[in-house]
């Protein structure tokens, strides 16, 4: 073990920030301590640091790091200064297989730093912010004993009164943690919790777009639907955080959400990684059936197949299942999905016989009218199969089932 594992190993980083400031833990079970940060003419405590994952980061100034980082900062000092005084510290020496010429200090660096590499470490730092500020949030229990362990799942939290500067729009907000599809945590969602109708509050804020989250290449529930929608073969595709909660809590697991944008062609294309059968179900309200015209159009044309499902205006699987409770909801949504994707394949058949149909006028021999009429006859049978089958399938209207339920 070379001297830097060996400090490591020993040493933590809230024990060495505290040789220089005093920190206090938020809250007893918390990941962090915070302070006042020593960078920069500080009032309120902006430092953090996390002492599970041994790092640290000011709100404020944006110096973050890790325990060679705070002392090289403090010190003025370079890496191997570091070292140094940290193994002084800790009664620690180098061994013999310890070069400090293994560890050129910054300063020392004669390579020109690339962009690439700078960009990355923007990118590390990014991905870092993020982490900080889901350790800030406090646990938060939907009334709804159905969503508890999905929120929990989802690592919905709720955001405490005070936070800093970068995130103080979330304060008292419930947030969703937004992960991208390899499960990197990239972003935040804020909802309200107040009634905003007659305010100019918003219900949901958002992180700002950065290198790391754009909200076209986003889908929300991606990352905890992949399984589920390679086992089931197709994909829900819902408008809100919510809807995907919902959905996910009720055993519909192949659901992911827009989330406030037009489906894009860069969603089209991450959802083919995993499937092409899709079933678009928005909002019932005006805007949410025109987006998922819009969405089933754009994706028809990408190759995929499309099925709709229509819910009244006033509804969204969130709000049908808080009013129907698990076992109805779960009985309307397969019923749903079954119309859904009969429709489905009753357009794929219709689609194959008029194929058919105008290669009829081609065929110069009989032989060649009789083999199209012999692939054209089970066909046939099948549509009329499905359609017998969709007749006997009415539309699921919600409102005429929560009508019956609450006689
Ligand atoms: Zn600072």
Same mark, same amino acid.
């Given at each position: 073990?070379?001297?830097?594992? #060996?400090?490591?190993?020993?040493?933590?980083?809230?024990?060495?920030?505290?040789?220089?400031?005093?920190?206090?833990?938020?809250?007893?079970?918390?990941?962090?301590?915070?302070?006042?940060?020593?960078?920069?003419?500080?009032?309120?405590?902006?430092?953090?640091?996390?002492?599970?994952?041994?790092?640290?980061?000011?709100?404020?100034?944006?110096?973050?790091?890790?325990?060679?980082?705070?002392?090289? #900062?403090?010190?003025?000092?370079?890496?191997?200064?570091?070292? #140094?005084?940290?193994?002084?510290?800790?009664?620690?020496?180098?061994?013999?297989?310890?070069?400090?010429?293994?560890?050129?200090?910054?300063?020392? /660096?004669?390579?020109?730093?690339?962009?690439?590499?700078?960009?990355?470490?923007?990118?590390?730092?990014?991905?870092?912010?993020?982490?900080?500020?889901?350790?800030?949030?406090?646990?938060?229990?939907?009334?709804?004993?159905?969503?508890?362990?999905?929120?929990?799942?989802?690592?919905?939290?709720?955001?405490?009164?005070?936070?800093?500067?970068?995130?103080?729009?979330?304060?008292?907000?419930?947030?969703?943690?937004?992960?991208?599809?390899?499960?990197?945590?990239?972003?935040?969602?804020? /909802?309200?919790?107040?009634?905003?109708?007659?305010?100019?509050?918003?219900?949901?804020?958002?992180?700002?777009?950065?290198?790391?989250?754009?909200?076209?290449?986003?889908?929300?529930?991606?990352?905890?639907?992949?399984?589920?929608?390679?086992?089931?073969?197709?994909?829900? +595709?819902?408008?809100?955080?919510?809807?995907?909660?919902?959905?996910?809590?009720?055993?519909?697991?192949?659901?992911?959400?827009?989330?406030?944008?037009?489906?894009?062609?860069?969603?089209?294309?991450?959802?083919?990684?995993?499937?092409?059968?899709? +079933?678009?179900?928005?909002?019932?309200?005006?805007?949410?059936?025109?987006?998922?015209?819009?969405?089933?159009?754009?994706?028809?044309?990408?190759?995929?197949?499309?099925?709709?499902? +229509?819910?009244?205006?006033?509804?969204?699987?969130?709000?049908?299942?808080? /009013?129907?409770?698990?076992?109805?909801?779960?009985?309307?949504?397969?019923?749903?999905?079954?119309?859904? /994707?009969?429709?489905?394949?009753?357009?794929?058949?219709?689609?194959?016989?008029?194929?058919?149909?105008?290669?009829?006028?081609?065929?110069?021999?009989?032989?060649?009218?009789?083999?199209?009429?012999?692939?054209?006859?089970?066909?046939?049978?099948?549509?009329? #199969?499905?359609?017998?089958?969709?007749?006997?399938?009415?539309?699921?209207?919600?409102?005429?089932?929560?009508?019956?339920?609450?006689?």
């Amino acid at each position: 073990m070379n001297l830097k594992d #060996k400090i490591i190993s020993v040493a933590r980083l809230e024990d060495v920030v505290q040789r220089y400031l005093p920190l206090h833990r938020n809250g007893s079970l918390s990941k962090t301590m915070q302070g006042i940060c020593p960078f920069h003419d500080d009032r309120h405590p902006s430092l953090y640091v996390n002492v599970k994952e041994q790092y640290y980061k000011c709100f404020a100034c944006g110096e973050g790091g890790d325990l060679f980082k705070f002392v090289q #900062k403090m010190e003025g000092c370079d890496f191997s200064g570091a070292l #140094k005084i940290l193994a002084g510290w800790y009664g620690l020496s180098e061994t013999d297989d310890y070069r400090p010429a293994k560890f050129p200090s910054v300063r020392k /660096r004669t390579q020109p730093v690339s962009e690439e590499l700078v960009s990355q470490l923007h990118i590390d730092v990014l991905l870092r912010n993020c982490r900080m500020f889901l350790d800030l949030l406090e646990e938060y229990q939907p009334e709804d004993e159905m969503l508890r362990e999905t929120y929990k799942a989802f690592e919905v939290g709720l955001a405490p009164a005070s936070l800093p500067s970068d995130y103080k729009n979330y304060c008292n907000r419930i947030v969703f943690p937004i992960r991208n599809e390899r499960g990197e945590l990239v972003a935040f969602a804020g /909802r309200y919790r107040g009634e905003t109708k007659g305010t100019d509050i918003r219900k949901y804020i958002n992180s700002p777009t950065s290198p790391i989250y754009h909200k076209s290449e986003i889908l929300y529930g991606l990352y905890q639907a992949q399984e589920a929608i390679r086992q089931h073969k197709f994909v829900y +595709i819902t408008e809100g955080y919510k809807d995907v909660l919902a959905m996910y809590a009720a055993g519909f697991r192949n659901t992911v959400a827009l989330c406030g944008t037009a489906l894009t062609e860069q969603h089209a294309t991450l959802l083919s990684q995993y499937t092409r059968q899709v +079933i678009v179900m928005l909002d019932g309200d005006e805007a949410g059936q025109v987006n998922g015209i819009k969405s089933a159009k754009l994706l028809i044309e990408k190759g995929f197949s499309v099925g709709q499902i +229509i819910l009244e205006p006033t509804h969204d699987p969130d709000s049908l299942l808080g /009013r129907m409770g698990r076992e109805d909801f779960i009985e309307y949504m397969r019923a749903a999905t079954r119309r859904s /994707r009969l429709e489905v394949y009753e357009a794929f058949l219709l689609r194959n016989i008029e194929q058919i149909v105008s290669q009829l006028h081609l065929a110069l021999t009989m032989e060649e009218r009789a083999s199209l009429f012999a692939r054209m006859i089970p066909l046939h049978k099948r549509l009329a #199969k499905v359609t017998g089958l969709l007749a006997h399938s009415p539309v699921m209207k919600a409102d005429w089932l929560l009508n019956n339920l609450y006689i």
